[in-house]
């Protein structure tokens, strides 16, 4: 049997070296506590399959494997394991190739950390991406598909934005003033518009296959008072064909009639004018000057001892009864007939 000598200690053991330990089993031959030896091999077969607490213990070589749970174990110089590691921080995502999210009431304000980044605005219902990270103007904003104010409105209303693809931005998703981008793709009314309030047309309108083209500095109302249908010539001046009934005052080249030629007008006196006089019967309830509008005409019929002045001359007074034609041919040359009552030819 080999017994313990006093040698040199040794640092490094093998699988085929010896130990000494106290075998606690007694046995027939040995009792109890006898010194035994057993190869290293042996004894870390037995360790490795023995579950044990390891209390202050330090593993230092890079080699050990831990498996199992170890609750309260403090790591210390881990190798490619960063100080707070276990903090989520815009850095380590960004260098993970992931994106960071984020919220806010209202429109993101700050400038992104990293593009990709996504920002939800929770009171407008509406998402950002972030498209570089100068400033706040590289979040873009992106369409939405929610119940919110982006779908529900029925009408573009002034303020209005419209969303699109911009082709010189990688097909980006932009916005654009509605009223801007009408006027950048000169968009043709659809069949049916309704319009409300005054609407601002350009000068040539396309109606189908043709054109509708306004000229002149001048406003164009048109008034229907029910279903109208209006043929227009191929050229020159509108102008009123066929029987037509007209109402109020008609001027037709400075000689306006009010209902029809001829009509009777009474209780005349005074200065007559083309508007109110020309081309009627007018019975005179005082003496009457006759305007020196080329043109003018009427039939005076003498009310009482009346008078008719022209040009600052003055005829003889008129018994009741008479009747004068006049007809003025310039501003000093009238041609007038006088009839008498007396010569007056009456029907019975």
Known sequence: MATLQGKAAITTLQDGDLVTIHDVSATAEDAAGDLKKITVANLDTHLSATTKALTNKTISTATNTLTGTAAGLTVGATTGVEAGADVTDATNVAAAGASMTSSGAGAPATTPAAVGNIYTDTTADTTYIATGVASSADWDLQLSTTSGTVLADTQIVA?????????????????RLASSAITDLGIALLAGPTFTGTVTMPATVVLGANNFVRSGAHSLTLTTGATTNVSLPASGTLAILGANTFTGTQDFNGQQVEGMLNKVVTSVT???????????????????????????????????????????????????????????????????????????????
């Open 159 to 175: 303020g209005d934005s419209i969303p699109f693809f911009d082709v010189d931005d990688s097909s980006n998703a932009k916005k």
């Open 270 to 348: 005074g200065t007559l004018t083309t508007t109110a006089h020309s081309g009627n019967v007018l019975v005179t309830t005082g003496s009457v000057t006759v305007p020196t509008t080329a043109g003018f005409n009427a039939i005076i019929v003498a009310g009482g001892a009346h008078t008719v002045t022209f040009n600052a001359t003055t005829s003889a007074a008129m018994a009741a009864g008479d009747i004068m034609t006049v007809a003025v041919q310039s501003a000093t040359v009238i041609q007038a007939v006088l009839t008498a009552a007396a010569d007056k030819v009456t029907f019975s």
